[in-house]
């Protein structure tokens, strides 16, 4: 049992003992993100892992993050507060499935959102994330027949942007398909003048009402620009609190769900790491991300392919 302890303090105190970077993303509860060495969107976190000398990574985020890091990072020690923190574009795509669906198409490349598990990166050519799937595809020949897996939405969006028809896989984000767009549309006519940001991951009748479309960072960067005094955000509601630190004084507000408030939208996966399991896996370094070695290597050629195009 924890009872009893300053888990700050001895989260601050293990840190220090184990030589530990801890990195968050956004959709972490307020408290992990505030105490994380660094907070990022998928793309950022993914080169933090990479770069960090830190002995040990533990990652406020959820499992397919993890893997990254650990993909990235194989001689360090990766720890995942809870080991069920998974999600559902992940889950939407078994291996075989995706092996299955690859041998269908053997003249198309797979093109992947990183969300999804280190087997699926094994059976990829290039993975992608929200902030560099644009500039990743733009670099493709116009004449490569492209599978995009396993976010259809993100897949759609894409496609309608870049004029690309790609085969989609038909995997969903759960958080981002529970917005309602008629409490986005209600919420809209009371906040005339406020701006719609959106994740790509939300459907396209959601997108369609979005004045910018891109990742939580990207999101977040134009939350704090915006001249707007009230914005509305369309991705997991635990990013405004950075907005809400970044700009006190300005009014966000969480894009409503089928009841009228943002709280169904909450990520139940990443709502599953606490200060209390960060503590435990600082202390006991467990649980810990292990992977097959070659099943490592090949995960590790098609995200070496994003981190090239993307920068
Ligand atoms: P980004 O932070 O890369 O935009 O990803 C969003 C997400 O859904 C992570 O699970
Ligand atoms: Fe997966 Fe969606 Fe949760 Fe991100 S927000 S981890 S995409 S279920």
Redesign the pocket.
Known sequence: TVTGLDLRAEIDRLRKERNAVILA???QKPELQDLADFV????E?SRKAQETDADVIAFC??RF?AETAKILSPEKIVVLPDMDAG?S?EDSCPPERFAAFRAEHPDHIALTY??CSAAVKALSDVIV???SAEKILMQLPKEQKIIFGPDRNLGGYLARKTGRDMLLWPGV?I??EAFSETELLKLRAEHPDAPILA?P?CPPHLLDHADFV??????LEHAKKSPARTVIVA??PHIIHQMQKAVPDKQFIGAPGADGNCNCNI?PY?ALNTMEKLYIALRDLEPRIELDEELRLKAKTSLDRMLAMAS
Do not use: P
Not at 40 to 43: E, I, K, R, T
Not at 214 to 219: K, L, M, V
């Open positions: 993303h956004y959709y990022g969107d998928s793309l976190l985020g959820v993050m999600c574009l990183i969300n994330t929200s902030s984000c958080v981002h994740h991951e891109g990742s939580t960072s990207a999101i991705t997991e990520c990443m």
